[in-house]
């Protein structure tokens, strides 16, 4: 069946309704054509694009074959170009160049590739390594599936690496006298505390918009555009003949790659509340603002509202105070969690507390 640009995302539309946007960050459902449009769209314009995975396995999966390598007919192809070349009759093959690095080259029949590659293929492990590489003909930062799956580790520090390796890029065409550089962010719904999100800290505003069932939300003074695919019409109904719908049907999985909801997250503890009779014990500083702590006969609220008057003050942004929070005032909210008896204002706040350890390494 080929691509219904009324059912499947079609990222032309978000280039021309927001050409100021520097961060595109898709967010949809399974299967609704958010790799397939972008990488078309690179191919049609001639805009060559760095396409980004998570580690240096995903790029070896991606590129079986060595680009020096002599190549036949029957070369693996498990590219994302794979439907791509079936529906446009195109030959785009993915070569390996070296550990965590690879590219996408139009081939012969005979699979050889031609030319220069239209795209790198880099692993976020790898980025680092990559010095003195030039990538200044790249258009395109492209982070594939920058959400990650339950069951993937991931280092906390991505979403930072992701930029870093912008900066590379959009410095080295700046000075070449290229258009600028975009970040284009993909992935399915799956949580919406990521890496990525709390780098570019765009939690809250996932989760608002899934609240007001919001599909685009332009963060004008920033340049980032947060693009929430909707149950688009139809698209359901083509999705719903997949028999993995029917096994799975009822299920967080089913909520998230049919409705486009964070499924796995819990947004229990998420809201605002009442604050009189409730004293502040803690001032926090962290991410280069202050939240506060308060405590109450009804339990603790966890908020941005200010107060001049604390009974402690911690800065998150010292190794030595991190250590003292967690062991003062994390561990005993932790205990108010499972008694039901914490609020957080935001859910950028609950992800914050709920993954501490893990952010801090402690």
Request: aromatic residues 14%; glycine residues 6%.
């Amino acid at each position: 069946m080929s691509k219904n640009t009324k059912i499947y995302f079609n990222i032309e539309d978000d280039f021309k309704k927001y050409p100021q946007a520097t961060v595109l960050v898709i967010v949809g459902g399974r299967g609704t054509g958010k790799t397939f449009s972008t990488l078309q769209h690179c191919y049609k314009s001639g805009k060559k694009f760095a396409f980004m995975k998570r580690t240096d396995r995903d790029v070896d999966m991606m590129c079986p074959l060595s680009i020096n390598a002599k190549h036949d007919k029957a070369c693996i192809d498990v590219s994302p170009f794979k439907k791509l070349n079936m529906l446009n009759k195109w030959n785009v093959r993915a070569f390996k160049v070296a550990k965590g690095l690879g590219g996408f080259w139009k081939c012969t029949n005979n699979n050889e590739p031609v030319g220069d590659p239209i795209g790198y293929i880099v692993s976020l492990y790898s980025i680092s390594k990559l010095t003195g590489a030039d990538f200044s003909d790249c258009s395109y930062e492209i982070f594939d599936e920058f959400i990650p799956r339950q069951y993937e580790t991931t280092k906390q520090t991505e979403g930072e690496q992701v930029i870093e390796f912008y900066r590379t890029i959009e410095r080295s065409s700046r000075i070449d006298g290229g258009d600028g550089v975009k970040i284009i962010l993909l992935a399915n719904s799956l949580t919406v505390g990521s890496p990525m999100a709390r780098t570019l800290e765009i939690t809250n505003d996932l989760v608002d918009m899934q609240k007001n069932n919001e599909e685009i939300r332009m963060l004008e003074d920033r340049s980032i555009l947060i693009h929430r695919l909707p149950d688009i019409e139809g698209f359901r109904e083509i999705e719903m003949q997949d028999p993995i719908y029917k096994v799975m049907h009822g299920t967080k999985w089913a909520e998230m790659s049919l409705n486009n909801t964070f499924a796995y997250d819990d947004f229990t503890y998420i809201g605002k509340q009442k604050m009189k009779g409730m004293r502040c014990i803690a001032r926090v500083h962290w991410n280069n603002k202050y939240f506060y702590i308060y405590k109450g006969e009804n339990g603790t609220y966890v908020t941005m509202s200010r107060s001049n008057n604390y009974d402690f003050d911690y800065d998150l942004e010292r190794d030595g105070e991190q250590q003292r929070f967690y062991l003062e005032q994390v561990y005993f909210l932790r205990e108010d969690l499972q008694d039901d008896r914490i609020r957080f204002e935001t859910y950028e706040l609950y992800d914050m507390f709920i993954n501490y350890r893990k952010l801090y390494k402690i």
